[in-house]
């Protein structure tokens, strides 16, 4: 049973213009998602992350919200780049009194072309 | 800055032998966590450590096993590999573990890429 899914398994968006990412999850109980970029042949490599505590998350390009009673969360990128290309996953964790493993989405390939 | 170290970074074994992959975590983070990722799937929890000890436990098969050392380093060990077992595998790193602290990033290394043939 799938607990994080990212139901589109692939983007492509023009340069310049906004990608959105979108990821919903099915336990209640998930406290802290993250976002991670994964290049082939190279680890997930961390984005930005929000606590179940906030709607939204900033950090220059990227942009996560979290919209708790639709358990769902999504990842704004804008502008795009074409170094913004790859697969990212969404992941998320019981961060208060949980194991803090992470449960990840099956990932999403962002194409964004020149 | 310092990242998560992971050797080797590919490993081909026959079935039935046995492979030690190694995580460095990055400096002063004191949680290690192992993760499996298959071909074109997403990455699964296997095991983690916090100060050395086991903290928590995924869908890591019997003939599976992992340490942390007193360094903070860690060690999986697969012995009796199957066809199966051949996938990427990460190794994370975070501050603060099960501590309740709360919301600790993990930081992922490069992965072993390990073939079973």
């Known amino acids: 049973d799938q607990q994080v899914k990212q139901n589109s398994p692939s983007l492509s968006v023009q340069e310049g213009r906004i990608s959105i990412l979108n990821c919903d999850y099915t336990n209640s109980m998930f406290d802290y998602f993250l976002w991670y970029k994964k290049y082939p042949a190279e680890g997930p490599t961390f984005l930005i992350s929000?606590?179940?505590?906030?709607d939204k998350n900033e950090d220059g390009r990227f942009t996560v919200f979290l919209n708790k009673s639709a358990k769902h969360l999504s990842l704004h990128i804008v502008p795009s780049q074409p170094g913004d290309s790859a697969v990212y996953f969404c992941?998320?964790?019981?961060?208060?009194?949980?194991?803090?493993?992470?449960?990840f989405g099956k990932g999403m390939k962002l194409t964004v072309n020149p | 800055a310092a990242g998560v170290i992971q050797s080797p970074r590919h490993l081909i074994k026959e079935k039935r032998e046995t492979a030690t992959l190694k995580c460095y975590p990055i400096?002063?983070?004191?949680?290690v966590y192992w993760y499996q990722q298959g071909p074109g799937q997403d990455p699964q929890f296997l095991i983690s450590f916090y100060e050395k000890m086991q903290s928590d436990k995924g869908s890591i098969p019997d003939r599976f096993s992992a340490q942390q050392f007193s360094d903070y380093h860690s060690e999986l060990n697969m012995s009796s590999l199957e066809l199966g077992d051949s996938a990427l595998y990460f190794c994370?790193?975070?501050?603060?573990?099960?501590?309740?602290?709360?919301?600790?990033?993990?930081?992922f290394g490069p992965g072993t890429r390990l073939l079973v043939l």
């Open positions: 994370a790193s975070s501050l603060g573990g099960t501590s309740g602290s709360g919301g600790e990033t993990q930081y």
């Open positions: 929000i606590s179940s505590i906030k």
């Open positions: 992941a998320a964790s019981l961060a208060w009194g949980g194991s803090e493993k992470l449960v």
């Open positions: 400096p002063r983070h004191d949680t």
